[in-house]
């Protein structure tokens, strides 16, 4: 019975991947990938939250990650399907996590709602990205009171 459990929490915790080219970026934390099959898929950033289209810093943070990533090949590392059939994942670019190079420059916030989705070492490194963000008045932290998305989305 233990050894079931065990197995199950391992199969639960584990994140398929795939290669793909950047192809498109639609906002801060959201990409479409073209795998080597030739499939076209959305990727949501797991892990972060973007300004939303309205928002102050939206194109400050789009333009980043498409600095970053378009027309480059990306390992993704994902582990599940959002509400919207994206896949959610972590961005891998030459060894850099992307997700992580977004909140370090500002263009993105640690969304700790899914922290129970990262190692402690991920989470550890995507606070430490934020609140040196945030003390180096970095993108978004140049307003003294940038309103997170989640916040502005409920209104």
């Known amino acids: 019975m233990l050894a079931c459990a065990l197995l199950l929490f391992a199969a639960a915790s584990m994140a398929a991947e795939f290669v793909g080219y950047v192809i498109n970026v639609a906002d801060g934390d959201t990409i479409t990938v073209v795998n080597l099959k030739g499939q076209q898929l959305r990727v949501s950033l797991a892990g ?5 289209r309205g928002q102050q810093f939206f194109k400050q943070s789009t333009a980043y990650l498409t600095k970053l990533v378009r027309r480059q090949k990306v390992l993704i590392l994902w582990h599940n399907k959002d509400r919207y ?19 370090r420059a500002g263009c993105a916030w640690w969304d700790r709602e899914y922290t129970k989705e990262q190692s402690a070492g991920d989470q550890m490194d995507y ?10 008045r970095l993108g978004l932290w140049v307003d003294p009171s940038p309103v997170p998305p989640w916040e502005w989305r409920r209104h």
């Not at 059939?85 to 030459?94: A, F, H, K, T, Y």
């Not at 606070?127 to 180096?136: D, F, G, H, I, T």
């Open 48 to 52: 972060i939250d973007a300004p939303e």
């Open 85 to 103: 059939g994206r896949m959610v994942g972590v961005v891998i670019l030459n060894g850099r996590d992307i997700n992580l190079e977004q909140i």
């Open 127 to 136: 606070e430490l990205a934020e609140k040196a963000a945030q003390a180096q």
